[in-house]
């Protein structure tokens, strides 16, 4: 079970990375002033810190997510 739960997390995360990199190319290229941006992204982080969060709760991810870390 804590397996699915990771691959959820894991999904969720990618898909807020997206949605982080839409928004920021948004801004990038003129399509959102700076307070529109915040407004875009400011959920998005918020989310992105509780996934890192609900991730470092689950009982066996905390060794794994060290050994990635340091292999990058």
Known sequence: ?????ETEIDE???SIVSLLHQEFNNHTLGK??????????APLVNALA???LMQKEQPHSAGLGEASRSDD
Not at 1 to 5: A, L, W
């Open 32 to 41: 959102l002033d700076p307070y529109d941006f915040g407004n875009a992204v």
């Open 50 to 52: 509780a996934l890192t």
């Open 12 to 14: 969720a995360r990618r």
């Open 1 to 5: 079970m804590t397996d699915s739960n």
